[in-house]
């Protein structure tokens, strides 16, 4: 039998270098393609993957280009369309490095709904910033013609903030589970998912804007999947405790507790290190292994020669 994987890659791992055109963009994918269609032997495979920068692209272009005749989609549904944008990068790449192996595996993306509690507290506290930057002018006409949430970030300029709810549910995970024990990879919560939320009366599906964090998503996944192993794929080959100072440590392979420790001591930042710590945790509590490493690492990582390791 073999182990299933499920692989989150970071919100910039296509856009090496800050390149933001498609074809940049699907060279990294075509890399990423290869690494994942290498392991297909060995795993089964679901991949999930952030969209900040891609969505925040998505946005730019919907709100500069809005009229009355072509109104600006909301959030949730520019998450969707970046969803279908990196799986079909994605799936092309796996598919192609396949066709290269002569391997008669096959890739497909799942464009995926998580459901979030509309009741979550972080709808009464909106701190994820998204889309462009606006002079505080543009900012203050804004909010008197939107429902939006505007504050300023970090001294340059006013952006959106939504909220980010924690992820309760996948819609699609039956399907997800029954494509990825016929051996198919799935590629699926991408962006962190399409946030949506339950009626309380008739319990129907309804998109509500937010973002999702891509870590946590892909760690529930991991769980509706049972999954053996969880991997979040990052920039840097190990997490570190002092990271940037000249007392940095690699952190090797860790117990649980011994994780929950340096996370208490502030060792990782919201934003960066710490959902992906948070997320290794929370699927190693679950008997699973936790593993958090850069593409150049990934294979020794999965041998458990490298990376960090969080486990019981």
Do not use: C
Request: avoid cysteine; charge should be positive; glycine fraction near 8%.
């Amino acid at each position: 039998m073999k182990k299933r994987l499920v692989l989150a890659l970071g919100g910039n791992a296509l856009q090496k270098n800050g390149e933001v055109s498609a074809e940049a963009q699907k060279k990294v994918a075509n890399e990423i393609g290869e690494i994942v269609a290498s392991l297909a032997s060995k795993y089964e495979i679901v991949v999930a993957h952030g969209n900040g920068p891609q969505v925040g692209n998505i946005l730019i272009h919907e709100e500069s280009a809005a009229s009355e005749k072509a109104p600006a989609m909301p959030l949730e549904t520019a998450v969707a369309m970046s969803q279908g944008q990196i799986g079909y990068w994605l799936t092309q790449a796996i598919n192609n490095a396949f066709t290269k192996k002569d391997q008669n595996k096959r890739a497909v993306t799942i464009v995926s709904q998580v459901v979030v509690d509309r009741d979550d507290p972080a709808f009464k506290n909106p701190t994820k910033p998204i889309g462009q930057f606006y002079s505080e002018k543009e900012a203050k006409a804004l909010q008197k013609v939107t429902n939006w949430v505007i504050k300023e970030d970090a001294g340059r300029g006013y952006r959106r903030v939504v909220a980010s709810p924690l992820p309760i549910d996948i819609v699609e995970k039956r399907a997800i589970v029954d494509l990825v024990s016929k051996g198919i990879i799935v590629i699926a919560a991408g962006g962190g998912g399409i946030p949506v939320y339950r009626t309380k009366v008739l319990r129907k599906l309804k998109g509500i804007d937010a973002v999702i964090d891509k870590d946590y998503a892909a760690e529930k996944l991991a769980e509706l999947v049972k999954a053996d192993i969880f991997v979040s794929l990052t920039a840097v080959p190990n997490a570190y405790i002092n990271f940037g100072t000249p007392e940095q440590q690699a952190l090797f392979k860790l117990t649980i507790q011994e994780a929950n420790e340096y996370k208490k001591m502030g060792f990782f930042k919201p934003g960066s290190m710490l959902p992906k710590i948070e997320a290794t945790i929370k699927f190693a509590k679950k008997g699973g292994i936790g593993i958090i490493t850069d593409s150049e690492h990934l294979e020794e990582a999965l041998k458990g020669n490298a990376g960090t390791i969080i486990k019981k």
